[in-house]
């Protein structure tokens, strides 16, 4: 098969385009032909050595992604060859065969195109854990949603708003913020300006009541536009390193400062069929949409983590073997 792979840690320059062996699956996997592959943040820290990588290389990167069974394991009556089926956390997903757990095998309504489900299940399912698990976002609240042009940004606004909230969008530049206009921002600012004012001023000095934090940096920031008895949500640090937070300024303020990562979410195969169900009926009725995706084939993948990295991306990057 062809796979995507590098053998060094560095830029896009460092990934090539090679014939390797097939998978070879176990008695409980399905051998699965990619149809769309999700390109993600993830991919890019692990092709700098960001994030830590089992085995010798060479690596192939890549968990998200759809496609159609080609081998069942023999342990397997549940799915047959020929049936649709997608993934959001299987390793090796950079290649024109995946071996897939059937725990692992996320059930592909025909409704649903294979780029809809690598566009949406990662970013998806993320921000559903995050307004469902991490704070139960509900009829009232005011949350405040930060890098909301991004694929969890604007699938934490949309969410946000299906369940009653009022949202705040944080964003780099004017382009992106209509993007997150677009997709039902009631208020978008720039990280350019005032943004901290121009939050207390919309929320009446009160602060929100949840802050959904991925940048990092801006830690501070969002304790400082968070009511009191409010909450942070810390589930990424795009933007660099968070500074450290003091106890006692949580203590004194009632204020919650809460981790989330979707893997502590999608513990079971009932988990993640119930959780991405919900996740595509939404889009069937019309209650999430998705941006229009940038398209690459998979041997143009160092073109895609270009556009990824350069940020100037709205929809989903995604690989086409």
């Given at each position: 098969?062809?796979?995507?792979?590098?053998?060094?840690?560095?830029?896009?320059?460092?990934?090539?385009?090679?014939?390797?062996?097939?998978?070879?699956?176990?008695?409980?996997?399905?051998?699965?032909r990619t149809s769309a592959i999700g390109l993600n943040?993830?991919?890019?820290?692990?092709?700098?050595?960001?994030?830590?990588?089992?085995?010798?290389?060479?690596?192939?990167?890549?968990?998200?992604?759809?496609?159609?069974?080609?081998?069942?394991?023999?342990?397997?009556?549940?799915?047959?060859?020929?049936?649709?089926?997608?993934?959001?956390?299987?390793?090796?997903?950079?290649?024109?065969?995946?071996?897939?757990?059937?725990?692992?095998?996320?059930?592909?309504?025909?409704?649903?195109?294979?780029?809809?489900?690598?566009?949406?299940?990662?970013?998806?399912?993320?921000?559903?854990?995050?307004?469902?698990?991490?704070?139960?976002?509900?009829?009232?609240?005011?949350?405040?949603?930060?890098?909301?042009?991004?694929?969890?940004?604007?699938?934490?606004?949309?969410?946000?708003?299906?369940?009653?909230?009022?949202?705040?969008?944080?964003?780099?530049?004017?382009?992106?913020?209509?993007?997150?206009?677009?997709?039902?921002?009631?208020?978008?600012?720039?990280?350019?300006?005032?943004?901290?004012?121009?939050?207390?001023?919309?929320?009446?000095?009160?602060?929100?009541?949840?802050?959904?934090?991925?940048?990092?940096?801006?830690?501070?920031?969002?304790?400082?536009?968070?009511?009191?008895g409010g909450t942070v949500v810390f589930y990424g640090?795009?933007?660099?390193?968070?500074?450290?937070?003091?106890?006692?300024?949580?203590?004194?303020?009632?204020?919650?400062?809460?981790?989330?990562?979707?893997?502590?979410?999608?513990?079971?195969?009932?988990?993640?069929?119930?959780?991405?169900?919900?996740?595509?009926?939404?889009?069937?009725?019309?209650?999430?949409?998705?941006?229009?995706?940038?398209?690459?084939?998979?041997?143009?993948?160092?073109?895609?983590?270009?556009?990824?990295?350069?940020?100037?991306?709205?929809?989903?990057?995604?690989?086409?073997?």
């Amino acid at each position: 098969m062809k796979a995507l792979i590098f053998e060094s840690f560095g830029g896009p320059e460092v990934l090539q385009y090679k014939e390797i062996d097939n998978p070879v699956i176990k008695e409980n996997e399905l051998l699965v032909r990619t149809s769309a592959i999700g390109l993600n943040f993830a991919d890019i820290y692990r092709r700098k050595g960001n994030y830590h990588l089992a085995g010798k290389p060479p690596y192939i990167l890549g968990y998200e992604g759809s496609g159609i069974v080609e081998q069942v394991g023999v342990d397997i009556t549940s799915v047959k060859v020929g049936d649709r089926i997608a993934f959001a956390d299987v390793p090796f997903a950079n290649a024109e065969l995946v071996a897939v757990p059937i725990e692992k095998a996320i059930p592909l309504p025909d409704d649903i195109s294979f780029e809809t489900a690598a566009s949406v299940l990662l970013q998806g399912l993320t921000a559903q854990y995050l307004t469902r698990d991490s704070y139960k976002v509900g009829a009232g609240d005011t949350i405040l949603v930060h890098a909301a042009a991004g694929g969890v940004g604007q699938n934490l606004i949309q969410i946000g708003k299906l369940l009653g909230a009022k949202v705040i969008g944080l964003t780099s530049s004017i382009e992106k913020s209509e993007a997150a206009t677009s997709v039902g921002a009631d208020y978008v600012f720039l990280y350019k300006d005032n943004w901290i004012n121009e939050v207390k001023e919309v929320t009446n000095g009160v602060g929100v009541d949840v802050v959904y934090e991925s940048v990092g940096s801006t830690l501070e920031e969002s304790f400082e536009v968070t009511r009191i008895g409010g909450t942070v949500v810390f589930y990424g640090m795009s933007g660099g390193d968070p500074s450290l937070v003091d106890p006692r300024m949580l203590m004194d303020t009632s204020k919650t400062l809460t981790g989330g990562d979707l893997w502590n979410v999608l513990t079971s195969y009932e988990e993640r069929k119930v959780r991405s169900k919900q996740l595509f009926d939404w889009i069937l009725e019309g209650k999430i949409s998705l941006k229009e995706p940038s398209i690459f084939s998979l041997k143009d993948g160092a073109a895609a983590h270009c556009l990824l990295e350069s940020r100037k991306s709205v929809g989903k990057v995604l690989l086409i073997p």
